[in-house]
Every structure is written in structure tokens, then in C-alpha cells.
């Protein structure tokens, strides 16, 4: 009995709505409207990779010499010149070795000096002189060492850029080879992407590309500079790099910045449509196409969106101009007055798009 009185109620309830009408259903009245459409595109390929823009220096700076850090000089978001003292080491320690070294090459310059003079005499050998020289020599390289040792207790700015990370204190033990700070450089960016193994061989230094920007909707110029000729094992991808290009600066990109890069694959022909042409109705996309002197909204399947355009998997026939930017007023069957067309295309290279991404 209740399996029976749920199933009246869905049929009462399609009753209901067939009677108020679906949302945008066109009134009887309907006047003419002016329009503005375009068509749709075909475009052969390219395919898009998730990439990073990153800093073209980068640097983990460690010191050369132990000891324990006296002072720190920067932070995070410090900007910094080449040759700037970031971090100092307390000196004591080296100082002590100076002397030590100090004294040891004096006693050897003195004991050189006292063999040297018995030699000449005749009272010691030349086997003697020749230790007493050696000594000397030793000693003395000794105290080159320590000294040169004495420059390394600041640690510098390798070039000009931004702190990006600090690790230590003052008063924590600096070793060497384990990084204090991180930075990267101010000057030219570039752009890192792993891409997956089956486009090995396919890509090459040269090649052109195009940087896509989603938070801005820009897009940049950049040329392949190197290609790992190695896929990695366990991701199964391997990585190239790129470079802007000059006569396309990457103005207000900061290092780390997700971009995609979309690279030229000729393939088969596909269509592509302006994002403002689609309307949404619950769970599916369609589009209104100029049908003589009315409008029909015509149902699509839809591919992936770039920039502006979106790729065009099933739907009405390329020969169809497409309503741009329909407002919810408008319904099938709508009338139309004076139409206006307008010239669009995709804003990459005539290119078609098949992402990759689903192979990370």
C-alpha cells in the first residue's frame, strides 16, 4: 500500500509542474528579440599539462665552516643583494684556532730558522733542514686554512633575490651541507611540468608552446629549453622545462604559480564554442542556434574548457549560429528581430585540446 501511494504522489507531483510550466517556458505572447551570435570552430589539437612556474635561480644555503649562529640578518620575505651577509657564526672558536695555528707556524719559522743555521755551519744535516722545511711549509698551510676558514663564519647571498624559507635560530649549531635558508632570484622565471611517458620522444628543445593562466585568463608565449630524455619509474613521467618568451614577460606571475602549458599535437578535427553561448538546465548544458527567424535550444555534450572556449563533444551541426550570452528569460522557440554576428575563435593556436591530466 505504500509502494502504491509513493507512486501516485511522483505522478501528482509531475502533474502539478506540467501544469504551472517548466522555468523558461516561452509565453504566448513572446515579442521578437535582437540577437548576437557566433559559430562554432574546428580546430586541430593540443594537449594541456598542469605546470609550475618557478624561480630560474634557486639556492639552499648552508654554511662551509661548523659552529654555532650569532645572528641571523634576514627572515622570510627579505629582499637581498648579492654579496649580503645573511647569517653570521660565533667567532670564538675559529679565533682560538687562529691562534693555535699562529703559534705552531712561529715555533716552525723559529726551528727552521735555528736547523738553517747549523746546516750552514756544517752542524746538522741536510736530511734535518729538509724536515725543519717541510714543518714550516705545514705549518704555515695550516694557518691559510684557518684563516680562509675566518671568511666563511658570515654566510652570504650567492645573487640578489627573496628569502623563502629560514630554518634556524641564533644560537643553533650550523653544520655543513644542511641549508639555513632558501631563496630564489629576482630575475628571469621558467616554467617545470611532468608529463606523462606516452609523449615521450614527441617533444623536443625549440619547440613552442602556450602558458594559460586560469586566475587571469593569460596567455604566454614559451619555447621548450630542455627535455629529460629519462621517464621516471615509479610516476611514469618525465619532465620538461620552458621559457618565456621575450616578447611575452611574464608580468605579475609569481614564482610557484600553477599554470597549463598547451603544447601542438596535430590530431583529428574537433569544434569548439564560447563559454557565454551554453546555458544550464539542472544536470545538462545546451545551447539556443539561430533556426530561421527562432531560437532552439539544442541539447551538448562538452568536453574541457579553455580560457573562453569549450570543446564541443556532441551537438547541433557546425552550419548553426549560437546565441551568445542568453538571458534566463529566454525560452525554445523564442522569436528573434535583428541578429548581429559576431566573429569568434578559440583563443590558443588553432589548436584542438586533449588533456593529459588524467594520466597523473
Not at 680562509?148 to 645573487?159: I, K
Not at 579553455?306 to 551537438?315: C, I, Q, R
Request: proline content about 7%; charged content about 20%; glycine content about 8%.
Amino acid at each position: 500500500m505504500k509502494r502504491i501511494t509513493g507512486v501516485l504522489a511522483v505522478w501528482l507531483g509531475l502533474a502539478v509542474a506540467a501544469c504551472a510550466g517548466e522555468p523558461g517556458e516561452l509565453p504566448d505572447n513572446a515579442e521578437p528579440i535582437d540577437v548576437v551570435v557566433s559559430m562554432s570552430v574546428a580546430a586541430p589539437g593540443v594537449v594541456t599539462a598542469p605546470a609550475t612556474v618557478i624561480a630560474e635561480q634557486q639556492a639552499e644555503l648552508a654554511t662551509r665552516v661548523s659552529g654555532t649562529i650569532r645572528r641571523m640578518s634576514v627572515d622570510i620575505g627579505a629582499q637581498v643583494a648579492a654579496g649580503d651577509a645573511l647569517a653570521t657564526l660565533d667567532t670564538g672558536e675559529i679565533d682560538a684556532r687562529i691562534e693555535s695555528a699562529q703559534a705552531a707556524a712561529q715555533l716552525a719559522r723559529q726551528w727552521h730558522k735555528r736547523i738553517a743555521a747549523l746546516a750552514t755551519d756544517g752542524a746538522a744535516t741536510s736530511q734535518e733542514l729538509d724536515d725543519a722545511t717541510a714543518r714550516l711549509e705545514m705549518a704555515e698551510a695550516a694557518l691559510r686554512d684557518v684563516r680562509a676558514q675566518r671568511d666563511y663564519v658570515a654566510l652570504r647571498a650567492p645573487f640578489s633575490g627573496v628569502i623563502t624559507q629560514r630554518m634556524a635560530d641564533p644560537g643553533d649549531l650550523a653544520v655543513p651541507g644542511v641549508p639555513i635558508l632558501t631563496m630564489i632570484g629576482t630575475g628571469s622565471l621558467k616554467i617545470e611540468a611532468d608529463l606523462p611517458a606516452e609523449m615521450a620522444g614527441k617533444l623536443s628543445a625549440g619547440d613552442l608552446l602556450s602558458v594559460y593562466r586560469a586566475e587571469t585568463s593569460g596567455r604566454y608565449a614559451a619555447r621548450l629549453t630542455r627535455v629529460v630524455p629519462a621517464v621516471e619509474r615509479a610516476s611514469r613521467r618525465f619532465r620538461i622545462e620552458a621559457q618565456f618568451e621575450p616578447s611575452q614577460p611574464p608580468v605579475g606571475i609569481p614564482p610557484g604559480t600553477f599554470v597549463r602549458i598547451e603544447l601542438n599535437e596535430p590530431a583529428e578535427m574537433t569544434r569548439w564554442i564560447p563559454s557565454d553561448a551554453i546555458v544550464k538546465r539542472g544536470q545538462l548544458s545546451g545551447v539556443f542556434t539561430l533556426d530561421g527567424e527562432r531560437l532552439r535550444l539544442r541539447w551538448v555534450r562538452l568536453g574541457q574548457q579553455l580560457g573562453d572556449a569549450v570543446e564541443l563533444l556532441a551537438g547541433p551541426p557546425a552550419s548553426l549560429a549560437l546565441l551568445r550570452e542568453p538571458g534566463p528569460a529566454i525560452a525554445d522557440g523564442q522569436p528573434v528581430g535583428n541578429v548581429s554576428r559576431v566573429e569568434w575563435a578559440p583563443p590558443f593556436a588553432t589548436q584542438k585540446t586533449a588533456s593529459v591530466e588524467g594520466s597523473r
